[in-house]
């Protein structure tokens, strides 16, 4: 963890004196400050080289602050850099309008260079805190890759399943949110397979009762293992769900009907059709007309929603 409060501060500013005199109090900092004069270069460095902070003067560059500081707020790869409007009005308005395009803070002109300071140092100190956060979600989203890692003959599943889930639950008109923890969800709804020893999850051949057990804790402690992380709010009921049938007769909790996540619901359906559709050590690989027939089996059976099935055997 990074605890100097020294950090890569963007000054987006086509106004050559402002940009200089905001360079210089920031330097004097110790900060290591850039200044862009266009709406384009700043967009294209923070996407290449996110930088900790963005200082964007309102008028400037070109009149476009409001517009630069929105489009950086709605990627996903810079929605996390602060962003600091810098005007020279007190404008009801126009501060309305900052908050409206998602900046963090804003800092009148003409500086009061000692609040300045204040207010950068506040929000590098909450970019680093948000940085540790990011680097947990890698982690984790790193353990999920590691299951795969251990079970070669599931190579490339967890990649399917986000395609599949997504492509799924785009056709039955989800919004972005859902598609992100289905796209997420695919990849680490079996990461509680970590607990899950080698002898038990590479066996050749069916589980004696006490492996199933100890196979069948996965959901519930892939849950616990996301649990500290709010990002993975939605995806949590995933993990912990995907075992679940319609009937109750799923596990862990036994749910019924519209009482399973419908993101799980969709993770469950593609996740069987996966393993059926590619070849493990005991079986070949079906023909996907024949997984979908088992799925179909299954929604007759009462574990899987027809509907559900049906717009996925569209799909395939
Ligand atoms: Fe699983």
Redesign the pocket.
Known sequence: MTTSLTAAILVADDDDISARYLKRILTREGHHVSVMTTADDVLEACAANPPDLVLIDLVAPQGQGFEVCRRLKEQAATRLIPVVIVTSQSDRRERLAGIDAGCDDFISKPFDSTELQARIRSLVKLKRYTDDLESAEAIILGLGATIEARDPTTRGHCQRLSHYATTLGRSIGLDQADLDALDRGGFL??IGKIAVPDRVLLKDGSLDAQESRVMRE??VVGDALCAGLRSLVRVRPIVRH??ERLDGTGYPDGLRNTQVPLLAQIVAIV?VFDALTTERPYRTALPKPDAVGILMDEATKGWRDRALVDEFAALI
């Open positions: 709804h079996d996965h959901p995907h075992h996740d």
